[in-house]
């Protein structure tokens, strides 16, 4: 297992652009099973987890050519569904969570999915009934085992329906639309999850000609098509990357540039960043965060304490709420953290509280952050990255502490975070990977 050392305490200082977005990566490869033309898309990040998805579906038969960095194409004109049960299919779907995503475009296809529990942090419980339980609505049958859940179409194929979803589940929603897309007749689907993940997955298959309406809303009308093209797509900034280097900035106190945003996309992301104190200027699609000795956290109208809690999108995402949890460390007043959706995302906090930080751990969905104002810096120690967002607050506060601090296990921010160790290098960050 590798690690990071990090000699924290520098200012960084220059430009950054965003990898692609994971999540959306996530999809879209999935989607491309959705027809037997070309789909080329560009813009994708070089992280495990989207490696291993690639991989699955060259297990699978689908041609995958890599046009230029960043940019593939695939083909999934020669699909073999019997390696769907084979070990090292079995074994790589289990290792991620993008896997599950299979499901919807085999299902609605070929007739059939298989496909064992998900991988992904380990952040609670993650269930996926919501996934399931619209594949039923869409007429097919489910066996559920708690290795490996069949998915089977009923002999006509799937028939569109109507479908309130229990929860807006991300990979849910995407899962469902991709199904939807060659099903007959008309999906309407409430409660639909809305990230930018999913306005960018419906608008590619838009363009490879299914006909979906109430894009990027929750509310998803679905007309059914016999067959889809091929098509080019380009995947946007990874809103998680923007937000974890907006955190870097304002906790080691430099100035940074993040490079090409696509703002129109950021949703309420920059503004939680702003009541938390720190000063973003948009310039074009770029966002300069200045360097800023001391941020302060605002106060609710009433001048009672701040809560920055997750929320399905346009909330704020819970993928960020570990780095904004980090960033109140160093800030000016209080904030109560709201870890809404996972049940176990908050306990990294333990080790910022041996970095000296003033953390309140209330229970395992809320923690009360007391901000040190940079009067006392966070003291270097070893730690272990839990996951990946947790993973990437640890990193982000080790830069910030004085002195050397080694973060093991960093297998876990590799998984969506592309040579982040090299592109840290770059803004002045003294931190190598170790074996
Ligand atoms: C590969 C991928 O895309 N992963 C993302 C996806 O995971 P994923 O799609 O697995 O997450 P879901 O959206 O299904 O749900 C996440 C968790 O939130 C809970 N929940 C969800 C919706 C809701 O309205 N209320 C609620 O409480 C669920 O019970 C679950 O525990 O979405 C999560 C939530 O944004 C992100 O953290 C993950 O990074
Ligand atoms: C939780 C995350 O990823 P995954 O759903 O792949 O585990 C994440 O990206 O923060």
Redesign the pocket.
Known sequence: MASFEIYGGNRLSGEIIPQGA??EA??VICATILTSEKVTISNIPDIR?VNKLIELLQLLGVIVTRETAGSYSFQANQVDMSKLNTPEFVQQATS???S??LVGPLLTRFGIATIPHPG??K??????D?HYIGFQKLGAEISYDPEKTEVTAPSGGLQGAYILLD????????NLVMAAVLAKGKTTLF?A?C?P?LFQLCTMLNNMGAHISGVGSNLLTIEGVAHLSGCEHRILPDI?EIGSFIGLAAMTRSDITIKNVAKEHLGITPDIFERMGISLVFQDDDIYIPTQDHYRIQRFMDGSIMTVA????PGF???LISVALVVATQAKGSVLIHQ????SRLFFVDKLIDMGAQIILCDPHRAVVIGLNHEQPLRATRMTSPDIRAGVALLIAALSAEGKSIIDNIEQIDRGYQSIDKRLQQLGADIRRID
């Open positions: 994971k999540n996530l999809q987890d991620l969570r993008g599950i995503m992904g942090d952040i609670g419980r993650r269930r996926t919501t929860e807006a589940s991300v990979t849910g929603t995407a409660n999850a990230e993940y998680i997750d929320a399905p999108w995402t819970p993928d809404k959706m996972f049940e």
